[in-house]
């Protein structure tokens, strides 16, 4: 157990991150293609979380309730998810460079995603897309992190680089075949590709039920792991010694962040730098510990998402400000997390020499 | 001896190469091989003076618009002007204007405020007539039509219904209807106009959409290569019904089209009778859950149709083309009626999506079971049929 003085110093961090969450989502709840005045938007809040029975004109309540909210609630559960596994993964295999896509799960759900757009179209019409779709990436993330793991097992031990180059290999083959399937499906390639550049919008309330759950419990246990990869830090050899069971905590930490990657990776689609840049931000504010790094990544992740989201679905404000043309301009999200993203890693590496 | 021979046929070659050039001179003619006479015609006109010559049986308004020796700048049939310089070469203008390939004219004098010109017909003038398509353009159309291309599938619905489906020598991929158009040859697929299959098709006039050719690509393949390309740009009902008689007009079955106009325009009469209570409607394009979806606007053709039968159409929008829009705007739009496009070869997920979308449960449409299926080619399709489509819409618009 940490000192008294630093305890608090976490709580206080994580105090203020949980205030910046909530008051971050707030505001984006007020942002949209609908203009829907803020006051209008509290009343919707207090009238629907103490069912005050008021109606609303225009179906201002549905869209702030049951397309907004959602949509938040799904960038804050995304963005937690990716950060924390994205900082379990450079805490395992000790590479700042490690993001949670590194063992193939983005392109094994990618993957997946598209087997199952087929299947959909050609056998199972009658179940739709948006059902079929987030099960078959699933099924394909996480067969890949099984592949990965059984291809890089030698002698009951797993090597964590073996992991890593199996995953490079299998992603690459994963790729090269989703993107033949997508060019040669026939039929609207278009939200496919728009899923593979990462897609927050058209969330419902059934995508955050099923979701929180999954990610909520990989959450957890990666946060309760976090000792046990501040030892994975100092080396493997050196973290038995400190007696910590290697092998089994190895599993652990994988699976959960296989798990929560793969659930965002089948609703959204894959959504870059979120996972790689916010545990680095955070660990230079907080420091290289797990403990706090783990659930302030987490934090920090979905206030960071919660925005690039509200910029992604809100483009076209951006786009007629600047070009004079009204026109619907819908950013994928990755593309939004990639353009803060990319400068701001080159920025770190300029920073560490 | 030897002399002599050389004599003679040095004397044998002078006379050949004499002769040569006139053995292989050829006669310049457009008109498949058989040579006509030309004919001439010399004409004096004043200048702001618009005279009609007839050359070979057809008649051309030749208008002196503006005259500075040795420069005269001519215009006609009132199109665009051509510059002429005194007894050279008529200069191209950079119109294509088919009327100069049949006349050569030539400016032999210049006098004060008097111009005269030097006409020869070349000899095809008589075998073609010029119609003016929707874009402007005074199209060289022969006067007897026995093949034709047509490039959207509204122009060959409309061929067949004026009778001349038998004379298609090729369509463009997306003709489906009537079933027999399946049997002709395509010329052009969604890449672009197969420029050889079109060449030996040989047609004599080509009749496309131009909101089909957004940006003009397969109409400037077809002039370079000097086809006869007649383009429509049908934005309403009424240009449909105009569009009918024009193709009429250019297939030399005029009656039969006007018959055809008179009764669609019967049945659009009936439909605007009809008593409405003005409902929104949207016209819903494509979605499936996962993306904005495509809808039609004030200025698509299923804004029309909703017009004419009488509703309000939800989305309004200039640009005459689908737009996209958001989840959030469909709630607070809230249209009384949402009609979405199916087509059977490529079916569409869009009611589905709609009716299982928990977001959109409380849009009137959704409550009161008015989401309906239409068929596409009775909405998008400027041809007879859009008329089937405004009495679909008008049964669901109206009391």
Known sequence: MPQAKVVLKWSTTLFVLVIAIVLSAIVCLTIGSVTIPAEVVFQILINRLFDQGMTFEHGYDVIVWDLRLPGILMAILVGVALSTAGATMQGLFRNPLADPFVIGVSSGGAFGAIIGLIVQQRMLSSIPKEHVLPIASFIGAIGTIFLVYLLSKKGGKVSVTTMLLVGIALSSFFSAVTMFLTYIQVGDPRSVLFWMMGALDNIRWYNVQISFPLILVGVVILIIYSRDLNAFSVGENTAKQLGVNVERSKMILLSAAALVTAVAVAFTGIIGFVGLIIPHVMRKIVGPDHRILIPSSALFGGIFLIWANTLSLNFSDIYEALSGEPRLVILPVGVVTALFGAPFFLYLLMVRK | ?399
Do not use: H
């Open chain 2, 1 to 399: 001896m030897k002399t002599k021979k050389f004599v003679i046929i040095i004397t044998l070659i002078i006379i050949a190469s004499a002769l040569l050039p006139g053995c292989i001179e050829s006669n310049e003619d457009d008109n498949g091989g058989k040579n006509e006479p030309p004919i001439s015609v010399t004409e004096v006109l004043e200048l702001n003076e618009s005279k009609i010559i007839t050359i070979d049986n057809t008649d051309y308004n030749f208008t002196v618009k503006k005259i500075e020796d040795p420069t005269v700048i001519l215009a006609l049939n009132g199109n665009d002007s051509m510059i002429m310089l005194k007894s050279n070469e008529p200069e191209e203008t950079d119109t294509d204007f088919d009327g100069v390939n049949d006349l050569e004219i030539n400016v032999t004098e210049i006098a004060g405020s008097k111009v005269t010109l030097d006409l020869r017909s070349t000899g095809s003038a008589s075998k073609y007539r010029y119609i003016t398509d929707d874009m402007g353009q005074n199209v060289k159309v022969p006067k007897k039509v026995d093949k034709i291309v047509s490039m959207a599938p509204s122009i060959t619905e409309i061929l067949f219904a004026l009778s001349v489906g038998d004379k298609l020598v090729g369509r463009d991929q997306a003709s489906n209807y009537p079933a027999s158009a399946q049997d002709i040859d395509i010329v052009s697929t969604y890449e672009g106009v197969d420029m050889e299959m079109l060449l030996v098709k040989d047609p004599d006039i080509i009749i496309m959409d131009k909101s089909l050719d957004f940006y003009d690509t397969n109409y400037n393949k077809m002039k370079d290569y000097g086809l006869n390309v007649f383009r429509l740009y049908p934005r309403t009902i009424i240009d449909v019904l105009n569009n009918i008689e024009t193709i009429g007009l250019v297939t030399n079955t005029l009656p039969t089209a006007k018959e055809l106009t008179d009764g669609l325009r019967d049945r659009i009469d009936t439909v605007e009778t009809r008593e409405t209570l003005k409902p929104k409607v949207l016209y819903v394009i494509y979605y499936d859950g996962t993306t904005s979806p495509w809808v039609g606007t004030s200025s698509t053709f299923s804004g029309d149709l909703i017009i004419t039968a009488g509703g309000k159409v939800a989305v309004d929008d200039e640009m005459g083309i689908a737009i996209q829009i958001t989840v959030e705007e469909i709630i607070s739009l809230n249209p009384d009626i949402i009609f979405t496009s199916q087509d059977d070869q490529w079916p569409t997920p869009s009611r589905d999506a709609i009716l299982n979308d928990e977001a959109l449960k409380d849009v009137n449409a959704v409550k009161n079971n008015l989401v309906i299926d239409v068929n596409a080619d009775l909405v998008d399709r400027p041809g007879p049929r859009i008329v089937d489509g405004l009495e679909l819409f008008s049964d669901y618009i109206a009391i």
